[in-house]
């Protein structure tokens, strides 16, 4: 049973960075692909970015050229560095295998604001 744990959201100032992290528990092969997800009050969840077992990634229009999605060297965390924050971008962040075949954590909140 594949688990996973977010962190690292905050608050922050339009333009500023956080970086997330979601670290995985169980069998880590089957986690991938693997995707962030968010949802902001009153939206459904959407996805953010993926990455594969290999290391491809993908993002979603609206956050291309401003997020990138990387592993640890054991591939068991899976980290989400966000530059260049918008007020659009505040929303809960989740992890999840692409397919969401996992249970939901309990997301970690980012809020931008200034």
């Known amino acids: 049973q594949v688990q996973f744990v977010e962190s690292g959201g905050g608050l922050v100032q339009p333009g500023g960075s956080l970086r997330l992290s979601c670290e995985a528990s169980?069998?880590?092969?089957?986690?991938?692909?693997l995707g962030w997800f968010r949802q902001a009050p009153g939206k459904q969840r959407e996805l953010v970015a993926s990455i594969t077992r290999g290391g491809g990634t993908t993002y979603g229009d609206s956050v291309k050229g401003r997020f990138t999605i990387s592993t640890d060297n054991t591939r068991s965390t899976v980290f989400l560095q966000m530059n260049s924050l918008k007020p659009e971008d505040t929303a809960v962040y989740y992890c999840?295998?692409?397919?969401?075949?996992?249970?939901w954590g309990q997301g970690t909140q980012v809020t931008v604001s200034s």
């Open positions: 169980g069998s880590i092969p089957s986690i991938y692909p």
């Open positions: 999840n295998t692409l397919f969401r075949t996992a249970s």
